[in-house]
C-alpha cells in the first residue's frame, strides 16, 4: 500500500501566504520521509482550505521536488473549459516525467454552482463528457467533437503528450465507479468514507467488471502520539474546525435556502460530518495505529492510503508523518 499526503493548505494563523508555504515545506517534508504521493484539493471562498487552482500548485511542487507523485483530488471540472485546461495539463505532462496525478470532481457546493452558472443536476454528467474531450485533446492530432455540453471543430492543441494517463475521480457515485470499471479509471475516497460504503464500492465494481481489479485510494484523518488523551483532544479539535470551515462556505450565502437541493443536504450530512471523519480516522499511539491500518488492509485492497493529518500546526503535523514513517508503517 502506497503513503501519500492528502494537502488541504488549512490556513490556521489567518495568514493565506503562510498556510500555502507551510503546506509546500509539508509536501516537501513527506517527500524526504519517503512518501509516495502527495494529492492537492480544491476549494473556493474558502478561508480555511485556500487553494482555488490546485494546477497551480501542481506545477510549482512537480518543479520543488524529485521524486514524489503529485495529483489533484480533485480539479472540479465542471467550473472550466475543458480546451484551455487540456492545454495546461499538456504544458504540464510535458516535463512530468510521469509525476502527475490527474483527479477529477464535480464539486460539491451550492455557492459554486451559483457563482460559475453551472447545475447541480447535471455536474456529473459535464464532468465526465469534459473529461473525455480533455482525453481526446491530449491524445489524438485533429479532434472534432460535439457532445450535449461541449463541442469543437478542428482543434490540435500544443504541447502533444505521448502517452496516455489515468483519471481518478474523487467520487464514491455509482455511476462514478461504473466508469471505474469500464475506462479502467481510479477512484478516490473521501475522508469520511465509511468501512461499509467501501464494502459496497467493491462489490459494485465487481459486478461491472468481475475480471478487473480497481485503482482505490482512500483518504483517512490521522494523528499519531505518545497521550491517548492530547491525541484524541487535539484530533477532534483538527476535525471540528476543518468541518466548520467547509460547511461555513455553504452557510454564509445568502441564497443559500433556495441553492440547497436534496443533493447538497446530502452531500453536507456525509463528507462534511465531524463523526463520520473520527470514526473512520486512524489516531491515537502507535500501537494503536499500526491496528487500525492493519485491519483496514486486511479488509480492502487499497492501493494507496492519503494521509490527512488531524493536527493544528505544521509542526505537529511534521511530527505525525514522521512518526507513521519510522513507527507506524513498517509494521503494516
Keep these: 500500500m502506497k503513503t501519500a499526503l492528502f494537502a488541504l493548505f488549512e490556513n490556521w494563523e489567518n495568514d493565506y501566504q503562510k498556510a500555502i508555504t507551510d ?9 524526504n520521509l519517503g512518501f509516495d504521493e502527495a494529492w492537492i484539493t480544491e476549494h473556493h471562498f ?14 510549482y ?31 504540464i505532462k510535458a516535463f512530468d516525467d510521469n509525476r502527475f496525478l490527474y483527479g477529477i470532481a464535480k464539486g460539491a457546493f451550492a455557492i459554486y454552482d451559483k457563482t460559475f452558472h ?29 457532445g450535449k455540453f461541449f463541442s469543437c471543430e478542428d482543434i490540435s492543441i500544443r504541447p502533444k503528450i505521448k502517452d496516455n494517463f489515468t483519471t481518478f475521480l474523487a467520487s464514491e457515485s455509482l455511476e ?17 468514507l465509511s468501512k461499509e460504503k467501501m464494502k459496497e464500492i467493491f462489490t459494485n465494481f465487481q459486478n461491472f467488471s468481475p475480471n478487473k481489479k480497481l485503482s482505490f485510494r482512500v483518504a483517512r484523518g490521522i494523528n499519531i502520539g505518545f497521550d491517548k488523551k492530547e491525541i484524541e483532544e487535539e484530533t477532534k479539535k ?3 474546525i476543518f468541518i466548520n470551515s467547509m460547511r461555513l462556505s455553504k452557510q454564509t450565502n445568502p ?19 465531524k463523526n463520520r471523519i473520527l470514526e473512520n480516522s486512524i489516531y491515537g499511539t502507535q500501537k494503536e495505529c499500526i491496528e487500525q491500518i492493519k485491519a483496514l488492509k486486511n479488509e480492502f485492497d487499497i492501493e494507496a492510503i492519503l494521509l490527512k493529518p488531524l493536527t493544528t500546526s505544521t509542526k505537529r503535523a511534521k511530527e505525525v508523518l514522521n512518526l507513521y514513517i519510522k513507527e507506524v508503517k513498517p509494521y503494516v
Design 23 to 31: 503546506q509546500i515545506d509539508l509536501v516537501c517534508y513527506a517527500e
Design 46 to 59: 474558502n478561508n480555511f482550505s485556500v487553494i482555488p487552482s490546485p494546477l497551480t500548485l501542481v506545477n
Design 61 to 91: 511542487l512537480l518543479g520543488k521536488t524529485k521524486n514524489i507523485k503529485i495529483g489533484t483530488a480533485g480539479i472540479l471540472l465542471p467550473y472550466y473549459n475543458p480546451i484551455k485546461l487540456a492545454e495546461e495539463i499538456a504544458t
Design 118 to 146: 453551472t447545475n447541480a443536476l447535471t455536474n456529473r454528467e459535464v464532468m465526465f463528457e469534459a473529461n473525455e474531450l480533455i482525453h481526446k485533446l491530449l491524445l489524438e492530432e485533429q479532434v472534432n467533437f460535439k
Design 176 to 192: 462514478a465507479i461504473e466508469k471505474c470499471a469500464k475506462d479502467d479509471f481510479g477512484l478516490i475516497g473521501s475522508l469520511a
Design 238 to 240: 483538527s476535525a471540528d
Design 255 to 273: 441564497t443559500l435556502a433556495k441553492l440547497l437541493t436534496s443533493e447538497y443536504i446530502d452531500i453536507r450530512n456525509t463528507i462534511f460530518d
